[in-house]
């Protein structure tokens, strides 16, 4: 599955070891300067390790901040995900700030090349060289906090779910121990992946099946879609309107054993509610538990039982039924944005 690979993103040095890094490698390339002439060599090799120690906290920095997706880039879900997790503020202020590091520290490099050109004594170029070393370190003081930040982020965003936006995805809701995750368990070839949205402690399931080379996705929403939406904030319905737009059908379980947790009328409003968050997409009503509201099952529709497998194979090619007629399949149709050069 595509989605955010936050994993990728390699952990980030921490500012001393980014000087240390680039002034051991600066010293190095000095070595390798070679004039018999006093004067010219030492003015050659301040340059140089100006230059070399520049490339290098320039090009870590920014190496780093082009692993980080930039969140235009991103899917809605993605993006109200990070918001809640992180704040899309924040990531875009940090990266910003460790960008403009990066352009200071070539700036100062070019100053300080510039003046060693015009000095005319060997102390001078000496001095210049501890000069823009001073000012590279305190550059990289000045984002330290933008640096650790994202490295915070990072380990906060590893955890969410990932999902792709090219394949389909079914949303599975309805209220808490109704068996959801049971359910993406007993559909997905595989285990589910396990992830955690920023707003609730309780893991949610993401699994997949695939059908005719698509990944068929589905995803769980405990705390988004299981308790009434008077008790929402901003970003979890921020979280909520992006399920409508990743999400290709909204597919709903009802508990109507006696063992559950929350009394069928408040489940029945619960889906009310859902079903109004997500008007736009086709919506499924499933009864689950099948295997413990025994003769009752036959009289509610679709019963299914993540334990006995009963209904699940119906259901699957009911959702991939809907998938697939919900989709505007035109060979004529060109995408947005495109057009020809002629
Ligand atoms: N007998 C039976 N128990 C189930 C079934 N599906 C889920 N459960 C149980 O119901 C409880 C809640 O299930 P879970 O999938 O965690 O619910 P969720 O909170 O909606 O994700 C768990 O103890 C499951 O073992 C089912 O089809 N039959
Ligand atoms: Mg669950």
């Given at each position: 599955m595509a989605g955010v690979n936050w994993r990728s993103i390699p952990t980030v040095l921490y500012p001393q070891e980014i000087l240390d890094k680039a002034f051991s490698r600066a010293s190095k390339q000095s070595d390798f300067v070679e004039d018999p002439d006093k004067y010219h060599r030492v003015r050659k090799q301040m340059d140089r390790m100006v230059q070399s120690a520049a490339d290098v906290i320039d090009s870590t920095l920014l190496k780093w901040v082009d692993r980080?997706?930039?969140?235009?880039?991103?899917s809605q879900f993605d993006q109200a995900l990070i918001d809640a997790a992180v704040g899309n503020d924040e990531y875009r202020k940090s990266l910003g700030t460790i960008q403009w590091a990066a352009e200071q520290v070539r700036k100062i490099a070019g100053e300080t090349q510039r003046k060693i050109l015009r000095l005319r004594n060997i102390e001078g170029f000496h001095q210049a060289r501890r000069h823009a070393y001073g000012r590279f370190s305190s550059i990289l003081d000045q984002v330290s906090p933008q640096i650790m930040w994202l490295g915070e982020a990072r380990d906060t965003l590893r955890h969410l779910p990932s999902l792709d936006p090219g394949e389909p995805c079914i949303v599975v809701a309805g209220?808490?121990?109704?068996g959801k995750s049971a359910l993406i368990t007993a559909l997905s070839s595989g285990e589910p992946e396990v992830a955690s949205y920023p707003f609730t402690t309780k893991q949610l399931h993401l699994g997949h099946f695939e059908h005719r080379r698509r990944a068929y996705q589905m995803v769980d929403t405990p705390g988004l879609l299981d308790r009434?939406?008077?008790?929402?904030?901003r970003i979890e319905l921020q979280a909520i309107a992006a399920l409508e737009h990743i999400g290709d059908v909204l597919l709903f379980l009802i508990d109507s054993s006696?063992?559950?947790?929350?009394p069928l009328d408040q489940q029945e409003h619960l889906l009310e509610e859902a079903g109004h968050l997500m008007s736009e997409r086709p919506l499924i009503v499933v009864h689950s538990k099948a295997d413990l509201i025994g003769g009752l099952a036959e009289e509610v529709e679709t019963p299914i039982s993540?334990?006995?497998?009963?209904g699940l194979e119906e259901l699957r090619a009911r959702l991939i039924e809907v998938i697939g007629a919900d989709e505007i399949v035109d060979p004529l149709s060109l995408p947005e944005n495109w057009h020809r050069d002629e």
């Open positions: 980080w997706p930039s969140l235009n880039a991103l209220a808490p121990n109704v009434p939406m008077s008790e929402r904030n006696e063992g559950t947790t929350t993540a334990q006995t497998g009963q």
